[in-house]
């Protein structure tokens, strides 16, 4: 990888075996888990609902349908505000604690690539790696695309996340069979599943049961953020390098997240879409940080409670890494398919110092896996120059955060950076 | 709960342990070899000289601040930095007292604080002031005295080298030698440098680039490198002064670029011109085309594709 800076790991539930959580009284399911098209609410307030039953649907391609993760009555269909501002349509669920499935659920007939496709879709899958990108989407590239690697992303470069390891430990097989699920019907022959060294447990479990198959190999990645980015991913594992704007396909790779394959090995089993999905629960004040599967919908206020509660005040609640994680505004958020995590921090970790003149040391330069110069951005955005941020190729930044990360200067420079990608991107539109 | 004080901002939420202030320290704690040194060998002046360098661009930076109604700065260390290169810059003689706080307030006030403050100045303060110093006053700034207190001035090596004299070059690794405080011992600037490379507070580029170049063009112009390497301020302005992260480029291709041309006109200076020594000259000149060399080494970006003209 190029750049890239070693951060704390602070694996604290890397041992903590997965807890289930009980249904909890009350969840509430919006209608976008995913990118791309937001869902339509299939169903109304009064309405019965089982577990796996379809409760949003969109007709866009790119979009994945939402399920039911309870038994139980819709008792409202409103707006919630996500943080990052939009209103999104959601289904609030009263449960009735009996978790019913829905009797449709059954696994499904495949065939062939457009049974499997269809499936997946049918699923609910979205990428569970953070992004949430559509599942049946990446898979189902254009026939111009000869993708020859399916890449398995098992790196977990965020620091504090444990989620993924827990995964390739206490469901080994199922990754290893949705690997050779993907690689029948997409007719891929090379798997490569990249793991950060410092879980060398995951790599012998999954190459000793993956010994079968020559083909699908395990291979340690150096531990350092953000390893587990796709397009560093792909160069690290493959030397190839998506091109600026293009797509992992376009260099004839398929990257998927290690819960995300797991998953499509347990679906084609089951039949069950995706409604539960384990988190890793951690940060300074937490009682009990682990790692517990729950009911996607589950309010994070009845997550904290399942886990102990709070030693002291939450001052910032994460969802996601430190790294990349989103901020709540309130702990009546409910947690989405692609969240791995919640963390919560104490008011020293919440606060970001204060930013301080930039001392041009290079830091920023040096540790930008995308080899952009931050520093220059920076200045760029704070002074609105469009121009000059679309010559340096603002729109490569895939906001890692590693450079605001290392300044000594303790500037803003992936934040004065996302505003610069906004800028481009409203000059581009105007023209 | 409190929950309205929850803290809604944009990632990352981490950062590093780094600060600019500890990076200062880092370059304190790198220039204590040269200090110590000075002081063995040039005795009380010499520690006098960088008490009155550091205490006045505290000084000078602190009234800055406080005339222009700005937040006080003196907690980054950057002028307790400057303090100490600008007085290792001077020669061990009283005069050099007075000098220490003229240059102290050209280095902060005029090279630094007109500018902006740390990160925007153009020049570097301590060279800067070095150089104004030597132009203004000529006299005091080469009365260079030989180690010890006896009070008997002598020509530095590389004054004497132009009237064909030469010297060993233990005395010059070892700075038994005339010259300012801290340019002399060539040892003592060399520990700091590795103090600064192990704290990743550097990298090699500048000052191999630097040196490097030095040694080539002077045997190029057919003198003897590893004399020119040890002598006068290079070992200092190579470690100390070009590799300033304000006044450098930020990327290693500019660095070796930057470095290169600080050699290339050290050597001719020394070489060619009327005077001793260039390396002050050579930095300023590189500094001031910084902007130049970023322009043209942007480097590409990862998966950038050749844009259609």
């Keep these: 990888m190029i750049g890239g800076v070693i951060t704390p790991h602070y694996k604290n539930t890397a041992k903590s075996e997965t807890k289930i959580m009980p249904v909890p009284d009350k969840v509430e399911i919006p209608m976008v888990h995913h990118i791309g098209a937001p869902c339509l609410p299939l169903v109304k307030k009064g309405d019965e609902v089982m577990v796996g039953t379809k409760i949003g649907d969109s007709e866009k391609f790119v979009s994945a349908p939402v399920h039911s993760s309870v038994s139980g009555t819709v008792s409202d269909v409103r707006k919630i505000l996500f943080p990052n501002g939009s209103y999104v349509d959601s289904v609030v669920i009263k449960t009735d604690g009996r978790q019913t499935v829905d009797p449709g659920i059954k696994p499904p007939e495949v065939n062939t690539r457009e049974d499997f496709l269809k499936a997946i879709r049918e699923s609910g899958l979205v990428g569970l790696g953070g992004a949430g990108f559509p599942a049946h989407v990446k898979l189902n590239p254009p026939k111009d695309k000869k993708i020859d690697y399916l890449l398995i992303n098992a790196a977990e470069c965020e620091p504090y996340i444990t989620s993924d390891y827990r995964e390739t430990i206490e469901n080994s097989w199922n990754v290893i069979s949705g690997i050779n699920i993907v690689m029948e019907f997409l007719g891929i022959e090379n798997v490569i599943i990249g793991v950060e060294d410092n879980k060398p447990t995951t790599i012998k479990i999954l190459n000793d049961i993956a010994d079968t198959d020559k083909k699908i190999t395990a291979v340690p990645l150096k531990s350092k953020y953000p390893q587990g980015a796709e397009k560093m991913l792909i160069y690290a594992l493959t030397g190839r390098i998506v091109p600026a704007g293009g797509l992992p396909m376009d260099v004839g790779v398929i990257v998927m997240n290690v819960a995300s394959i797991s998953f499509v090995a347990k679906y084609m089993k089951t039949g069950m879409p995706l409604v539960s999905k384990r988190l890793t629960v951690d940060g300074a004040v937490i009682r009990e940080p682990s790692n517990v599967e729950v009911c996607v919908g589950t309010y994070i206020r009845d997550l904290m409670d399942f886990c102990g509660g709070f030693t002291e005040d939450p001052y910032k609640i994460l969802m996601g890494g430190p790294m990349m994680g989103v901020a709540q505004y309130t702990l009546d958020m409910p947690v989405l398919k692609q969240n791995n995590a919640i963390l919560a921090f104490n008011k020293k970790q919440s606060t970001l110092p204060e930013q301080t003149a930039c001392i041009r040391c290079g830091r920023c330069v040096r540790a930008c896996p995308m080899k952009l110069m931050p520093q220059q951005l920076d200045i760029f955005a704070n002074s609105n120059n469009t121009v000059q941020l679309e010559k340096f190729n603002v729109s490569s930044c895939i906001e890692c955060g590693t450079c605001s990360y290392v300044c000594p200067a303790k500037r803003h420079l992936v934040q004065a950076i996302r505003k610069g990608k906004t800028l481009v991107s409203m000059s581009r539109q105007k023209k | ?309």
Aim: with cysteine; proline share 5%.
């Design chain 2, 1 to 309: 709960m409190a929950e309205n004080r929850l803290i809604v901002n944009s990632s990352p939420h981490l950062k590093g342990m780094r600060s600019t202030s500890g990076i200062m320290l880092d370059v304190i704690i790198a220039l204590i070899p040269a200090v110590i040194l000075s002081v063995y060998f040039f005795s009380y002046i010499a520690a006098l000289v960088i008490l009155v360098s550091v205490a006045s661009s505290l000084f000078f930076e602190f009234l800055y601040n406080l005339a222009s109604h700005k937040k006080q700065t003196l907690g980054n260390l950057s002028a307790v930095v400057t303090g100490v290169i600008l007085a290792l810059n001077l020669p061990p003689a009283k005069s050099s007292i007075w000098i220490a706080a003229v240059g102290s307030f050209v280095a902060i006030i005029i090279v630094k604080m007109l500018f902006g403050g740390l990160g925007k100045n153009i020049f570097n303060p301590a060279m800067a002031a070095r150089v104004f110093l030597t132009v203004s006053f000529a006299g005091q700034m080469t009365s260079w005295y030989a180690p010890g207190v006896d009070g008997i001035t002598s020509a530095t090596p590389l004054a004497m080298a132009q009237n064909g004299m030469t010297t060993g070059y233990m005395d010059l690794f070892l700075g038994n030698i005339p010259g300012s405080l801290g340019e002399t011992s060539a040892l003592a600037i060399l520990i700091g440098f590795i103090w600064l490379i192990s704290r990743r507070v550097i990298t090699w580029h500048i000052p191999t680039a630097f040196i490097a170049s030095t040694a080539l063009f002077t045997f190029i112009f057919g003198q003897d490198p590893l004399f020119h390497i040890l002598s006068g301020g290079l070992m200092l302005g190579a470690v100390f002064m070009a590799t300033d992260y304000v006044t450098s480029p930020t990327t290693w291709k500019g660095k070796m670029i930057f470095g290169f041309g600080c050699g290339l006109i050290t050597a001719a200076i020394r070489v060619f011109g009327s005077l001793p020594e260039g390396v002050s000259f050579s930095i300023l000149f590189m500094n001031a085309v910084v902007p130049l060399i970023d322009r043209y080494t942007v480097p590409k970006s990862f998966g950038e594709v050749k844009k259609n003209a």
